[in-house]
């Protein structure tokens, strides 16, 4: 299997300025860099957290895309926080805003500081392509019954 780098449109200055790329695919796997709430365009971050987490969530689904994956194919969720206590709460109404049915792991980490100082949470995921697959959607809990 070869590893392909993924740097969707306007991130592939990025790639050429700070040697990453937005996301790594072997095979049906991704694993995708941290994303944070500025804008890919106009390099702001947006203000406040519901702001910031949606837009770093629309970083990563414009990612997977552009990977051949989807949303609904994440398995792993890792967030950094700078506030990981305060924030929580609107942060969490914005993930499930994103992530609605068979969510994936997920690790919430709180971190003194990010990239920039404005940026307040940073989203990186893993996630293998067609998993996302709703047909067993229908129960949540896969674990074996006791």
Same mark, same amino acid.
Not at 74 to 83: K, N, Q, S, W
Not at 100 to 121: C, F
Not at 125 to 137: L, N
């Given at each position: 299997?070869? *590893?392909?780098?993924?740097?969707?449109?306007?991130?592939?200055?990025?790639?050429?300025?700070?040697?990453?790329? %937005?996301?790594?695919? /072997?095979?049906?796997? +991704?694993?995708?860099?941290?994303? &944070?709430?500025?804008?890919?365009?106009?390099?702001?971050?947006? /203000?406040?957290?519901?702001?910031?987490?949606?837009? !770093? $969530?629309?970083?990563?689904?414009? /990612?997977?895309?552009?990977a051949g994956a989807s949303?609904?194919? +994440?398995?792993?969720l890792t967030t950094y926080? @700078?506030?990981?206590?305060?924030?929580?709460?609107?942060?969490?109404?914005?993930?499930?805003? $994103?992530? @609605?049915? *068979?969510?994936?792991?997920?690790? !919430?980490?709180? &971190?003194? %500081?990010l990239a920039l100082p404005?940026?307040?949470?940073? +989203?990186?995921?893993?996630? &293998? /392509?067609?998993?996302?697959?709703?047909?067993?959607?229908? *129960?949540?809990?896969?674990?074996? !019954?006791?």
């Amino acid at each position: 299997m070869k *590893r392909q780098l993924v740097n969707p449109g306007p991130t592939q200055a990025l790639y050429d300025a700070l040697h990453f790329s %937005q996301a790594t695919r /072997v095979g049906d796997m +991704i694993w995708v860099s941290g994303q &944070v709430g500025i804008d890919p365009i106009t390099m702001k971050p947006a /203000v406040g957290m519901e702001a910031q987490a949606r837009l !770093a $969530f629309d970083n990563v689904r414009t /990612v997977l895309e552009a990977a051949g994956a989807s949303l609904d194919d +994440i398995a792993e969720l890792t967030t950094y926080h @700078t506030d990981l206590r305060g924030d929580m709460p609107v942060f969490g109404r914005v993930k499930d805003a $994103f992530l @609605t049915e *068979r969510y994936p792991s997920w690790t !919430a980490v709180g &971190v003194p %500081q990010l990239a920039l100082p404005e940026v307040l949470v940073e +989203i990186r995921v893993v996630a &293998v /392509v067609g998993s996302g697959s709703r047909a067993d959607s229908g *129960r949540r809990d896969r674990s074996p !019954a006791r």
